[in-house]
């Protein structure tokens, strides 16, 4: 019995691990297909996009302001000249906002 409750402890254990993993790597990979192209790889856009559209990089002071959910709401409303992106779930919605929270 005593057994059976420490594996299964175990078992929920990983399982927390394994989906705290994915949910970071989903992030990562939801950040690459849909705000690279306009945010950069790293959070800092291109010189010339950065002029153009007026994106601020993720170190700026205003961007690091901005928390998890504020991030989410720009990616489904929109904000200024960045239009809503389109194709995301809610749970993409907030897997990809955690992960631009992570960009310094
Ligand atoms: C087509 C280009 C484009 C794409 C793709 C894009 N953005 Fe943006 N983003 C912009 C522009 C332009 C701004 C500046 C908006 C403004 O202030 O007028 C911006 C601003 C932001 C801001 C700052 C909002 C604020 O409150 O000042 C956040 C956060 C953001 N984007 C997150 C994302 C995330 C996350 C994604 C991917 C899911 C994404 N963006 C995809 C163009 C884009």
Redesign the pocket.
């Known amino acids: 019995m005593k057994i059976a409750i420490r594996s299964t402890f175990v078992l929920a254990a990983a399982l927390a691990v394994a989906s705290a993993m994915s949910f970071a790597q989903d992030g990562a990979a ?2 690459k297909s ?6 950069g790889p790293a959070g800092t ?1 291109n010189p010339a ?1 950065a002029k153009m ?4 990089p ?1 170190s700026d002071p ?2 690091q302001a ?1 928390t998890a959910d ?2 989410a709401t ?2 489904k409303a929109g ?5 809503p ?1 389109a194709g ?1 779930s809610d749970a993409e ?1 907030k897997a ?2 955690a ?2 929270k992570t960009l310094k």
């Open positions: 939801l950040y849909k705000c690279q192209a306009c945010h856009p996009m559209m007026g994106i601020k993720t205003a961007i901005l504020q991030v720009t990616v904000k200024g000249k960045m239009h992106v995301l919605v990809v906002a992960f631009f």
